[in-house]
C-alpha cells in the first residue's frame, strides 16, 4: 500500500511539470489531481496506522505531512481558478475518477489523534469539570426547607389522586359486571367442572403437543427474525463473541499498537548503542578534520602584516558553522523589476478585466484582494525530497526480517545519528579553539608590549621579530594533535614559556 501511494505520487509530482503536455491548465484539471492526492493521503494514512517498523513509519509520516502540505497548496490554486470562491463543485471530478463522494473525505490521520490523545481527553473532561464547578455553588446554597417543602407537596399530590380515583372505581365495578356478556361469566365455571371429572389420556396429549407446537414455532419465527435483522446490518452477531469480524479487527488493532509501541522502545534504544559506538569508532577522524579546517580558517583570516588573530564566532552567532557551511545569500529581484508592468498591490491574473473583484458593499479606496500568480511549490519541493529518500532508501529494497537484525537498516541509523556526533564534536571543538585563541592573543599582547619597551631605540626590529616569534608559534599550534593541550604561560622576562601536556 505505501509502495503503489509513492509511486502514484511519483506519477502525479512528474505530471505537474509545465513542459509535459499533460499538465493541468484549468480548475476541471487541478479538482482532478487534488482528488487523486486525497486517494494518496488516504492511502498513507493507512499504511502509516498498520506498519510496525519504526524507521518506515517516520518516514511514511513525513510523505504524509508533505502530502498535506501540497493539497493545500493546490486547494489554495483552485480557490485562485475559482475567482475566489472559498466553494465549488467536484461531481464531474468524481465522475470521472469513477469514485464515490464517501472517497472523498480528507481523513484525519490517526497519528495526530495518538499524540494529541492527552490534550483531546481533558477538552472533553471540561465541559463536565465546569458544569460541576457552577452547580456545586448552587446546590450549598439551597436551603433544606425548599427540599422537604417540595417532598410534603408530592404527597400530598399523590393522596389526592388515589382518593379521587377510588370512588370511581368502585363505582364502576359493579356496572361493568353487569353488562359482561354471559359466555364470560360461564367460562371459568365449565373449566372448574372439566378440572373435576378429568381429561383423557388423548386430550391431555393433545393439549400438550398444542403447547410445545406453539412454543417451537414462536422460537422459530424468533430466529429467522435474528438472522434477517443480522443479514441487514440492523443487529450485530452476537453469537460469534470473540470471532466477530469486529472484534477480531478490533483485537488486530489493539495487538498491532501494542508491538509498535515496543519496537518505537527498541528503536530508541538502538540510536543510543549505535551514537555511542559512532563516537568511539568516527570520534577521532570527525575531530582532526574539524580542527584542520579551523586552524586553515585561523590562518588565512589573520588581519594585516602583523598577523592579528581574527575573533572565533560565539555560540550563538553559530561557532564554526559561519564559515564551515556556508549559507549562500538569497537574490531578491529590485523593486523595480518585481513591480514592471503591473498595478502594485494587484496580480496581472487576479481578475479578468472589465470586472472588480472587490466584494459588494466595499468602499471605493478599498485595496484589491492579493492573490497569487503561480501555484505555491514550499510543500512540493518538500514533497519531492520524502520522495526521493523513498527511493533511495526503500524503493528496492526486501526487507525479510526485523529492522534491528537488516544490516541495511543499521546503515540507516548510523546515517540517523552521525550528524548529531559531528554537531557535538564541533561544539567540544569551537570551544577548545576559543580557549587556545584568547591565550595565545594574550600571550602575543604581552611579548609585543615587552619587545616594544625594550627595543624602542631600534625602530622597527622589535616588531619584525615580534611577527617572527608569533609565526613560528602558529606553525607550532597547527602542528598538533587535536590531543595535545598548549599551557601557554607569559611573564615579563620570558613572555613565551610553552610547555605540551599530553592526556
Known amino acids: 500500500l505505501w509502495k503503489q501511494a509513492m ?31 486525497v486517494q494518496v493521503l488516504r492511502s498513507l494514512e493507512e499504511a502509516h496506522a498498520h506498519m510496525v ?98 417532598s410534603r407537596e408530592a404527597d400530598q399530590v399523590t393522596e389526592y389522586l388515589q382518593s379521587m380515583q377510588m370512588p370511581r372505581m368502585s363505582a364502576y365495578l359493579p356496572r361493568k359486571s353487569a353488562y359482561r356478556p354471559r359466555s364470560t361469566i360461564l367460562k371459568p365455571i365449565k373449566e372448574q367442572q372439566g378440572y373435576a371429572g378429568g381429561m383423557t389420556s388423548e386430550e391431555a396429549a393433545t393439549k400438550i403437543q398444542s403447547a410445545l407446537r406453539g412454543f417451537t414455532s414462536r422460537k422459530t419465527v424468533e430466529r429467522s427474525e435474528a438472522r434477517e435483522q443480522i443479514f441487514l446490518g440492523m443487529q450485530p452477531r452476537a453469537s460469534l463473541g470473540d470471532k466477530e469480524p469486529l472484534c477480531m479487527d478490533a483485537a488486530a488493532a489493539d495487538a498491532r499498537k501494542t508491538t509498535q509501541g515496543q519496537m518505537q522502545h527498541l528503536y530508541q534504544d538502538s540510536l543510543v548503542s549505535q551514537r555511542s559506538e559512532l563516537m568511539l569508532v568516527e570520534g577521532m577522524d570527525i575531530r582532526e578534520a574539524l580542527q584542520e579546517k579551523i586552524n586553515d580558517w585561523v590562518v588565512k583570516n589573520q588581519a594585516g602584516e602583523d598577523g592579528q588573530l581574527p575573533k572565533f564566532p560565539s555560540e550563538a552567532e553559530g561557532g564554526s558553522k559561519i564559515f564551515l557551511e556556508p ?51 514550499a510543500c512540493a519541493d518538500d514533497l519531492s525530497t520524502a520522495i526521493q529518500e523513498w527511493q533511495d532508501r526503500w524503493a528496492d529494497r526486501d526487507d525479510p526480517g526485523g529492522f534491528h537484525i537488516n544490516l541495511c537498516a543499521l546503515e540507516l541509523l548510523k546515517a540517523e545519528v552521525r550528524p548529531s556526533v559531528a554537531e557535538e564534536i564541533r561544539l567540544q571543538t569551537d570551544e577548545e579553539m576559543r580557549l587556545l585563541l584568547a591565550n595565545l592573543k594574550i600571550s602575543i599582547s604581552c611579548h609585543q608590549v615587552f619587545i616594544m619597551d625594550k627595543r624602542k631605540a631600534e625602530g622597527q626590529g ?24 598548549v599551557l601557554v604561560i607569559g611573564t615579563s622576562s620570558e613572555p613565551f614559556n610553552c610547555k605540551r601536556k599530553d592526556e
Open 7 to 37: 509511486e502514484t505520487l511519483v506519477q502525479l509530482r512528474r505530471a505537474e511539470n509545465p513542459q509535459r503536455h499533460d499538465y493541468p491548465k484549468d480548475l476541471s484539471a487541478w479538482c482532478i489531481t487534488f482528488l487523486k492526492y
Open 462 to 485: 622589535g616588531v619584525e621579530l615580534f611577527n617572527r616569534i608569533k609565526r613560528d608559534l602558529l606553525v607550532e599550534v597547527a602542528a598538533l594533535a587535536p590531543t595535545d593541550r
Open 53 to 150: 517498523q519504526p524507521q518506515k513509519r517516520k518516514d511514511i509520516r513525513r510523505a504524509l505531512e508533505c502530502c498535506m502540505g501540497r493539497l493545500l497548496e493546490i486547494r489554495n490554486w483552485m480557490v485562485v481558478l475559482d475567482k475566489g470562491l472559498l466553494f465549488m463543485s467536484m461531481e464531474p471530478a468524481i465522475n470521472s475518477l469513477g469514485l464515490t463522494p464517501d472517497l472523498t473525505e480528507i481523513p484525519i490521520p490517526t497519528c495526530f489523534l495518538e499524540d494529541r490523545t492527552q490534550e483531546l481527553e481533558e477538552r472533553a473532561a471540561k465541559p463536565k469539570v465546569l458544569a460541576e464547578a457552577f452547580e456545586a455553588p448552587l446546590q450549598a446554597t439551597a436551603p433544606a426547607e425548599d427540599a422537604d417543602h417540595e
Open 327 to 377: 549559507q549562500a545569500p538569497v537574490e531578491e529581484p529590485p523593486a523595480a523589476e518585481k513591480g514592471k508592468g503591473k498595478q502594485p498591490g494587484r496580480p496581472a491574473s487576479a481578475a479578468p478585466k472589465g470586472k472588480d473583484p472587490r466584494k459588494k458593499g466595499a468602499p471605493a479606496g478599498a485595496p484589491l484582494p492579493e492573490l497569487p500568480e503561480e501555484i505555491g511549490h
